[in-house]
Each structure stands twice: as structure tokens, then as C-alpha cells.
Antibody, heavy 117, light 111 residues
Framework: EVELVESGGGLIQPGGSLRLSCAAS????????MHWVRQAPGKGLVWVSF????????TYADSVKGRFTVSRDNAKNTLYLQMNSLRAEDTAMYYC??????????WGQGTLVTVSS | DIVMTQSPLSLPVTPGEPASISCRSS???????????FAWYLQKPGQSPQLLIY???NRASGVPDRFSGSGSGTDFTLKISRVEAEDVGVYYC?????????FGPGTKVDI
């Protein structure tokens, strides 16, 4: 069974850093592009970043470019999102998702990041 | 960036009756390989989103056949042939033609 499990969220002060993890199981992780999508409380879905299957291609939303870094460890079946210089507007549920045929066929349960003093 | 718009933003439904949601993109989502990179998702209350339709009209695995997707280019429709109580939630359209992938604002469906 395919499973994506995010972790690493929490309460952090503005300007702080967090690293999110997404542990994948039930499929050959190294074969798939992976994405991060976030959702502010009560708001819609916003794409954050993607990384290709081998990590050679990476793209970020303008709102996080220069502050967030996506990476993956295919040996550990894990996707990461290093988030630096966090702002209040980064407060959101962060989801990792697997993309197939242009659609996110599996999503994690999400990890909540709250940026507040 | 490709802008996605949805209508209506709120849709009261009656169990057993049909329902329809529209989505429009600011540019064609047809790629040179013939695929249309458009998807529909449902986010039930308190849950992660789930894929309903991909490549414009393909039903995702496990999705009931009362859900259907149609459209091409820039105009797309999600239809529910007979709404069930479990179909309540927020429906999002999304384009996957180019990054940044972008979502519509969502359509809240409730009984």
C-alpha cells in the first residue's frame, strides 16, 4: 500500500528554520517526481516545489524561492523540505504528494507549520 | 502563471440529484504529446485532497463512476451524476502543464 507520511512541523518564530520530511513506502520512490503543496488555515491549495525522480530538476514557487530547499534521499525513501527565514505567511499545512500523469495520486496526511512569535 | 477559475464557488446539492462544477484556465492545457494536463480533486472535511480526475477526463483508481470529467483546451467540467452524502467537501481543479502548478479557488459542495 502506498503511504506518504510527513513530519517535522511545529511552532516556530519568524526568521526560524524547520526541516520537513516525507517518508514514502509501498512504491519505488526513486521512480517518481515528488511535490510539496501547502494550505494555509481555511484557504486553498498552493504548490510549493517539485523535485524530479533523481533530484536533477527542482523548481520552487516564487514565494519561497531562496528560502526553501527541496531534496530527496532515494536510499531512505524520503523527501525533504528545508525551510529557512520563515514568515508568518508560511503558516500552513504542508503536504507531500506523488505525481503521475499530471495528477497527485497520493498525498500525505500533512504536517502543520505555524510561524508566530 | 496559469490562472485557474472555478464556478460556482459554493454549491448546495441534494442527494440523488446531479451536480456540475466548471473550471477555466487562462491558457490551453493541451501539451504537444496530446495530453491535457488538468485534474480535479476533492478535499473532504479534515482530510487531505484526493485525486478524482487526471488528464482531463480519466477517473482515478477507486473513484466511483458517478464522477466524470470533460472538456478540453481551457474549459473543463466535473459532473456528479447522482450526489451522495459522502461527496461533500471542497472541489479543486488544477493545471499541471507547467510550474508553478496552479489550483482553482475551490468549490464548496454541501447538502
Amino acid at each position: 500500500e502506498v503511504e506518504l507520511v510527513e513530519s517535522g512541523g511545529g511552532l516556530i518564530q519568524p526568521g526560524g528554520s524547520l526541516r520537513l520530511s516525507c517518508a514514502a513506502s509501498g512504491f519505488t520512490f526513486s521512480n517518481y517526481y515528488m511535490h510539496w503543496v501547502r494550505q494555509a488555515p481555511g484557504k486553498g491549495l498552493v504548490w510549493v516545489s517539485f523535485i524530479s525522480s533523481e533530484g536533477s530538476t527542482i523548481t520552487y514557487a516564487d514565494s519561497v524561492k531562496g528560502r526553501f530547499t527541496v531534496s530527496r534521499d532515494n536510499a531512505k525513501n524520503t523527501l525533504y523540505l528545508q525551510m529557512n527565514s520563515l514568515r508568518a505567511e508560511d503558516t500552513a499545512m504542508y503536504y507531500c504528494a506523488r505525481v503521475v500523469h499530471g495528477g497527485y495520486d497520493y498525498w500525505g496526511q500533512g504536517t502543520l507549520v505555524t510561524v508566530s512569535s | 502563471d496559469i490562472v485557474m477559475t472555478q464556478s460556482p464557488l459554493s454549491l448546495p446539492v441534494t442527494p440523488g440529484e446531479p451536480a456540475s462544477i466548471s473550471c477555466r484556465s487562462s491558457q490551453s492545457l493541451l501539451y504537444s504529446n496530446g495530453n491535457t494536463y488538468f485534474a480535479w480533486y476533492l478535499q473532504k472535511p479534515g482530510q487531505s485532497p484526493q485525486l478524482l480526475i487526471y488528464l482531463g477526463s480519466n477517473r482515478a483508481s477507486g473513484v466511483p463512476d458517478r464522477f466524470s470529467g470533460s472538456g478540453s483546451g481551457t474549459d473543463f467540467t466535473l459532473k456528479i451524476s447522482r450526489v451522495e452524502a459522502e461527496d461533500v467537501g471542497v472541489y479543486y481543479c488544477m493545471q499541471a502543464l507547467q510550474t508553478p502548478f496552479t489550483f482553482g479557488p475551490g468549490t464548496k459542495v454541501d447538502i
